[in-house]
């Protein structure tokens, strides 16, 4: 969840900033070039105003012309800008430098046509860093309310555009900055609203393993979220009440009935001595009470189960696997089914106990359903972080509708209802496995038969 809320804050802090960037760079450069044109205007007010004896053809002197094209030689000497008084014929009055002449036709001329119509040239176009463009600015020399000479400026941009870059780099770096005081604000911010998530979640994958007196701790995080850990560990109380009591009922249940029906198997034994040798209805009675016992010897199991907690501890996978399959080896051979094993020494945490009552059902259910003549595969694996125990067998195997509901309760294949069990057996070795955070999964065994998986961790459990 933190990989799609923090960049989704980043863009909308991201945007924000270049919200604030963008008109601040652009308010830059248009003051730095108003700053500029402000000057160049001040200039031409300037020279307009000693041009304007020098332009009067009535009373004008050599004198004040000499000194009007002195002025704009020292300037253009001084500044580098190119200068000149033009009279309304296009021919220089006075210009710095003496090579300097009104064009044809670009922006000079716009600006120099512009005054003739007795005002100030508009103000430039911006220029921005990238561009090689110059500021042109004319004023109107105006003598009597007739224009009788235009002072024309030509200034090169470089330094405005050099300073326009450097206060752009300046605010690049100040929005840099705050972009990463952003982003680290934004990784304290998520973090601090999504450990509860991180928490919960924990806490949720662990209930459903099996854990469930696992809780969440209501430390930190917002209201809203601190609320929602106290419902859930109040929910997660009412859920294993309620579990606990429906297993204390089957353990009860199945308890308080095994003596009666050991009874009734006992009285149905002495009976059986009264009648012929062989009746078929006897034998039947006997056939389903002993049945029956067994439903009940494995929901007490499953009950237990349930109900035990782990006694995790660091196991040689290997080694247990092996003396669980050299147990099952004479079942095997007797029903001749060869059951071979590949057990390398590995370790993880397991409950040795738990962890034998589950691989004693999954192999006697492989043993069970895999026919005369075929075998059965027992191997040991590490991957990473957890051990893995597979037991593949050669039988029918089950569809993929089937394999969705192998291991729950009571549940067996219409296709074997004429083998024995009471489809517990798996139930069981599931909630052993849970109980250690374990688990075990089902798939096909090409060409046919079944493939179960058993899974331990290999890391210490977390207290």
Request: glycine residues 8%; hydrophobic residues 45%; contains cysteine.
């Amino acid at each position: 969840m933190r990989t799609r809320l923090l960049p989704l804050l980043i863009v909308l802090m991201a945007a924000v900033l270049l919200a604030l960037g963008v008109p601040l760079a652009v308010s830059l450069a248009s003051a730095q070039q108003q700053k500029v044109v402000v000057d160049r205007i001040d200039d031409t007010a300037y020279f307009a105003a000693i041009a304007r004896p020098a332009a009067d053809t009535t009373t004008g002197s050599r004198d004040e012309l000499r000194i009007l094209s002195r002025e704009l030689e020292s300037y253009h000497d001084v500044y580098g800008i190119q200068v000149g008084v033009f009279l309304p014929t296009d021919t220089p009055l006075a210009n710095g430098p003496t090579t300097w002449f009104l064009p044809e036709s670009g922006e000079v001329r716009e600006a120099f046509e512009e005054s003739l119509l007795s005002r100030r040239s508009h103000d430039p176009k911006q220029v921005w860093p990238w561009q090689r463009g110059h500021l042109v600015v004319a004023s109107p020399v105006i003598r009597d309310g007739d224009v009788v000479a235009v002072v024309v400026t030509d200034s090169p941009t470089g330094q405005m555009r050099s300073r326009i870059l450097e206060g752009w780099l300046i605010i690049g770096a100040g929005l840099t900055a705050a972009m990463l005081v952003a982003v680290g604000a934004a990784l304290r911010l998520t973090g601090w609203v999504l450990r509860p998530v991180r928490v919960l979640d924990t806490t949720t994958h662990a209930i459903a393993s099996g854990r469930l007196k696992s809780r969440v701790a209501v430390a930190s995080g917002p209201p809203e979220l601190r609320r929602l850990a106290r419902s859930f560990n109040e929910m997660a109380d009412n859920v294993e009440d309620v579990l606990e009591q429906q297993r204390a009922f089957v353990a009860d249940a199945s308890h308080q009935l095994r003596n009666p029906l050991a009874a009734l198997l006992l009285r149905i034994e002495l009976l059986a001595f009264e009648l012929p040798e062989g009746n078929a209805e006897i034998a039947s009675v006997q056939t389903e009470g002993k049945r029956l016992a067994e439903v009940l010897d494995d929901l007490l199991d499953l009950a237990l189960a349930e109900h035990t907690e782990a006694d995790l501890r660091l196991t040689d996978i290997g080694a247990l696997t092996a003396e669980r399959v050299a147990a099952w080896a004479p079942t095997a051979k007797a029903k001749g089914v060869q059951l071979v094993a590949d057990c390398p020494a590995t370790t993880a945490w397991a409950d040795p106990v738990a962890l034998s009552s589950a691989l004693d059902a999954v192999i006697d259910n492989a043993v069970k359903f895999t026919p005369k003549g075929e075998r059965v595969e027992v191997t040991v694996m590490s991957n990473g972080s957890a051990s893995t125990i597979v037991v593949a067998d050669h039988g029918p195997g089950l569809t993929d509708e089937e394999l969705a509901r192998i291991g729950d309760r009571f549940w067996r294949s219409g296709r074997h209802q004429n083998i024995k069990g009471s489809g517990l057996g798996l139930s069981i070795s599931r909630a052993l496995l849970a109980a250690g955070g374990g688990s075990v999964s089902y798939g096909s065994n090409e060409p046919h038969g079944l493939r179960v998986t058993v899974t331990v961790p290999r890391t210490a459990p977390t207290q």
